[in-house]
């Protein structure tokens, strides 16, 4: 599906591709992603005021995959030691900023206004009406962020961050949509660039749940402004320093001077507690990632070759109606094939340069018999993959492991949103995205293995 690129300042050319979201027989093999409640926030930390230190990467995180060595590698730059309520502040000014946009624009905006944008034009009725309800969902997404994030704050000592005085810029509703875009996205790179300086893994696993859901954010709102949902198999990571430049061209001013606290209890412990002895190595993960990658990869490769362009557009077609959606379909699910491809290759690549044997490919039933049994299929198999890079997450040593497995875990959640879209569901059904075992995955996934 060709789709043009959307600005922020220019959105009055913005052209949108029309999307479906077909109805599906669904199978009850997987379940998809449910909440994590906010009272998972609430875990030990310190307190502080965030540090804009530079976190920046000088390698893409893919590629940084792929040439790790055995011995391990650290970041490229050395980072400044903020504790996690400096991390938790700096989420929560970027939390607030979020959410006062999406409060402030559905305000200023009435629905008959955002339907009827110029960026939606292409868009059926169907789609256009079902806008200005997902923005409100969005919004409240942020503000349980916004909640959760300054309860936790509190309840380890600190200060949490107030909200700012903001102006977005936008005078349209195409402009308030190219802004959402930019603002989601970025969300996306705060978050992957923050998590690996996270102490407490109560903490780390409150912020990955946030972050798929942002990339379940970012996944739609690209998707309105005429851009691939999902733009590359690997998001990359933003420093604090870079974000925080972004975000304060929209301040205006702060309502108080933040005041610092000092005491900072997790300077004590030298490192993340997902650096810690857990009895499962770094080669496990990445070979649990990797049976996973195998299996999506392998799901997409062979039913795109089972079903036609016509069959997959017209199991989309009774909800959303003739256009480039449809027309653009198994494009958009190539395109996610060779997200999973690239994934498999990369991990395969880093387990080889760890002295490990990666696991192979193996023999798979995904038991669907329609089109529309295979979009109900692959979004409960993308949620899956969602919850089970959450509940790994933090049992990663290796710090540049880490980090790219962070870069695949939101291209998944944008994966799984665009797949709840078509198959008529909300792309982000909570603002927590909840995280799976090893042990429970695994059972899912075996129910698909023939044969290893």
Same mark, same amino acid.
Do not use: R
């Given at each position: 599906m060709s789709r043009k690129n959307a600005d922020t300042t220019d959105n009055s050319s913005t052209e949108q591709s029309n999307r479906s979201r077909g109805s599906t027989t669904r199978r009850g093999v997987l379940t998809g992603v449910a909440a994590l409640g906010s009272t998972a926030l609430l875990g030990s930390a310190s307190g502080g005021l965030i540090s804009a230190s530079d976190t920046t990467?000088? #390698? =893409?995180?893919? @590629?940084?995959l792929q040439l790790l060595d055995a011995a391990g590698v650290q970041q490229?730059?050395?980072?400044?030691? =903020?504790t996690d309520v400096d991390i938790l502040n700096y989420a929560l000014a970027l939390e607030h900023l979020e959410y006062a946009f999406y409060r402030d624009g559905l305000k200023e905006f009435g629905h008959d206004e955002l339907m009827g944008a110029s960026a939606l034009e292409s868009f059926s009725e169907t789609v256009r009406m079902e806008v200005p309800a997902y923005l409100a969902e969005i919004r409240d997404n942020e503000?349980?962020?916004v909640d959760a994030i300054a309860q936790t704050v509190e309840k380890l000592d600190g200060t949490p961050a107030t909200a700012a005085e903001y102006d977005f810029g936008y005078e349209t509703p195409s402009e308030f949509l190219a802004t959402g875009k930019a603002l989601e996205n970025t969300g996306v790179s705060a978050y992957a660039g923050a998590a690996p300086m996270i102490m407490s893994n109560k903490v780390l696993s409150a912020a990955l749940s946030i972050h798929t859901v942002e990339a379940r954010h970012a996944s739609f709102l690209n998707l309105v402004n005429s851009t691939s949902p999902f733009p590359k198999a690997f998001d990359e990571a933003k420093s604090m320093e870079e974000v925080l430049k972004i975000a304060?061209?929209?301040?205006?001013?702060?309502?108080?001077?933040?005041? %610092?606290?000092?005491a900072k209890q997790n300077s004590d412990s030298g490192k993340p507690e997902r650096k810690q002895d857990d009895g499962t190595s770094d080669l496990d993960v990445l070979n649990y990632a990797l049976t996973l990658e195998h299996l999506e990869y392998a799901f997409y490769r062979d039913g795109l070759k089972e079903f036609s362009d016509s069959e997959l557009e017209n199991a989309v077609l009774c909800r959303f +109606?003739?256009?480039?959606? #449809? @027309?653009?379909?198994?494009s958009d699910l190539a395109e996610i094939r060779d997200h999973e491809k690239a994934h498999?290759?990369?991990? #395969?690549?880093?387990?080889? %340069?760890?002295? +490990?044997t990666p696991v192979e490919e193996a023999e798979y039933d995904f038991g669907y018999e329609t089109a529309s049994e295979f979009l109900g299929v692959a979004q409960a198999l993308e949620n899956t993959g969602v919850a089970a890079y959450l509940g790994a997450g933090p049992t990663v040593s290796n710090d540049t492991v880490f980090?790219?497995?962070?870069s695949i875990q939101s291209v998944e959640a944008r994966h799984a949103g665009f797949l709840n879209e078509l198959n008529g569901d909300l792309p982000f059904p909570k603002g927590f995205d909840e995280a799976k075992s090893m042990k429970e995955v695994t059972k899912i996934a075996g129910q698909f293995i023939v044969s290893n």
């Open positions: 990467q000088s #390698t =893409p995180l893919a @590629d940084q490229a730059k050395e980072m400044s030691d =903020p503000k349980a962020h304060g061209q929209f301040i205006t001013s702060t309502k108080e001077k933040q005041k %610092k606290e000092n +109606g003739d256009g480039e959606v #449809t @027309d653009g379909l198994k498999v290759d990369a991990i #395969t690549k880093t387990v080889k %340069k760890l002295d +490990g980090e790219a497995a962070a």
